[in-house]
Structures are given as structure tokens and as C-alpha cells.
């Protein structure tokens, strides 16, 4: 069975500090994408990256970047230069890799707070 | 373009009361899910649909819960009856299946809470 888990409940850091959210993932499957989404007060969810298992380079998208390491089932996300505004809740998915599978494996969350 | 629309945004109901809650999935996503967030827990798949098939129900809690999807642009989860066990948020999510797993974008969700 696939398992998302997300071991840190609660973050609170000073703005302008990094942090990193860790997530790691159990699944049989040779083939699978991870996927990061932010909650924010409003409690909708937002996407932010789908990586394949085939793909483990490191991704930046500005003030964010991922970490894939499949040795050891790690997907974790990092903010730099934190700001208010990344206040939220994170979660980490895991998703099958084939055709028409679409089911996400949500980990618990990760509540992150910025203070000023 | 309009993202997922989801109705009511808030439900008050009794226990025992049928509840329904609507979903409009963005046009021309063909997948449609249904999730339950609470607090103990967390985001939990309770079914999805493709080209307005049921795949997968297994996270359908009990036979009070029962889901539609009539037309590729509506989709409803009804409860009935419904227990204060419930009360929880209620996300619509949908994503293009292109084969592969894509982005789901996620409705505002609605508010349930059984008294």
C-alpha cells in the first residue's frame, strides 16, 4: 500500500529563514509522481510541483526547491528566504504512474507559520 | 476561467438530515474527485470519477454516502442520513487525464457540520 509521511506537524520560523518540510513516501511501485500542495488560511488547495520517479533532479522555482532523493524515499521542500506569506499548511502526495490512475495518497501536513 | 465551483460553501444540518453537496469541475477536465478533510484524519479520497465513470469508491465511508456524476460538468456527494461524525470539509477536485496523473485543481470545499 501506498504512504505519504509527513513528520513534522508544525514549523514556526522567523521570516526570511529557510526551512525545510520532509516527506517520505512508501510505495511497491517502480513508477510513480509526488506532488506538493499548499493550504492557506482560505483552505483551498494549491498545486506547486509534480515530479515523476524517473526524474531526480532537483527542482527551483524561485524562492522554492525540491529535493528527490529515491534512495531514500524523500521528496522534500524547501523555502528560502521565508516570507508571511508562505503560511500554510503543505501536504506531500503520492500518485500511481499509469494510465487513467489518478488516486493522491495525502500525507498528514505540515503547518508552517512565518512569523514577522 | 472559472476553477472549481463548489456548493453550498457552508451546511448546517441536523443529524439525520439528507445532505447534498454540489460540484462543477473546470471545463473540459474529464476527472473528477471527491475528498473529506478533518482534522483527525487529514485529506482523504473518498471517490473519483473518469469521463463521468466511478473508479474507484473504496474510500467511500459507509452506504450513507452515495455520489453522481451525471454530465461531465456536474457532480454531487449526498449523505443521507447524516451523523455528527460528518462534519468535516468536503473538497471537489478535478484534472485533464492525460493519460498520466496530472494536477488536480481543488474547489474552495464546503463546510459540513452535523449537529
Known amino acids: 500500500a501506498q504512504k505519504v509521511t509527513q513528520a513534522q506537524t508544525e514549523i514556526s520560523v522567523v521570516e526570511k529563514e529557510d526551512v525545510t518540510l520532509d516527506c517520505v513516501y512508501e510505495?511497491?511501485?517502480?513508477?510513480?509522481?509526488l506532488f506538493w500542495y499548499k493550504q492557506p488560511p482560505s483552505g483551498e488547495l494549491v498545486f506547486l510541483i509534480r515530479r515523476n520517479s524517473f526524474d531526480e533532479q532537483n527542482e527551483i522555482s524561485g524562492r522554492y526547491s525540491w529535493n528527490f532523493q529515491k534512495s531514500t524515499s524523500s521528496f522534500n521542500f524547501t523555502i528560502t528566504a521565508s516570507q508571511v506569506v508562505d503560511s500554510a499548511v503543505y501536504f506531500c502526495?503520492?500518485?500511481?504512474?499509469?494510465?487513467?490512475?489518478?488516486?493522491?495518497?495525502f500525507g498528514q501536513g505540515t503547518r508552517l507559520t512565518i512569523n514577522p | 476561467d472559472a476553477g472549481v465551483i463548489q456548493s453550498p460553501r457552508h451546511e448546517v444540518t441536523e443529524m439525520g438530515q439528507e445532505v447534498t453537496l454540489r460540484c462543477k469541475p473546470i471545463?473540459?477536465?474529464?476527472?473528477l474527485f471527491w475528498y473529506r478533510q478533518t482534522m483527525m484524519r487529514g485529506l482523504e479520497l473518498l471517490i473519483y470519477f473518469n469521463n463521468n465513470v466511478p473508479i474507484d469508491d473504496s474510500g467511500m465511508p459507509e452506504d450513507r454516502f452515495s455520489a453522481k456524476m451525471p454530465n461531465a460538468s456536474f457532480s454531487t456527494l449526498k449523505i443521507q442520513p447524516s451523523e455528527p461524525r460528518d462534519s468535516a470539509v468536503y473538497f471537489c477536485?478535478?484534472?485533464?487525464?492525460?493519460?498520466?496523473?496530472?494536477?488536480?485543481?481543488f474547489g474552495p470545499g464546503t463546510r459540513l457540520t452535523v449537529l
Open positions: 502526495a503520492l500518485s500511481e504512474a499509469k494510465q487513467g490512475a489518478q488516486k493522491l495518497v
Open positions: 471545463s473540459g477536465h474529464n476527472s
Open positions: 477536485a478535478s484534472s485533464a487525464t492525460g493519460g498520466l496523473p496530472n494536477e488536480q485543481f
Open positions: 510505495t511497491r511501485d517502480t513508477t510513480y509522481y
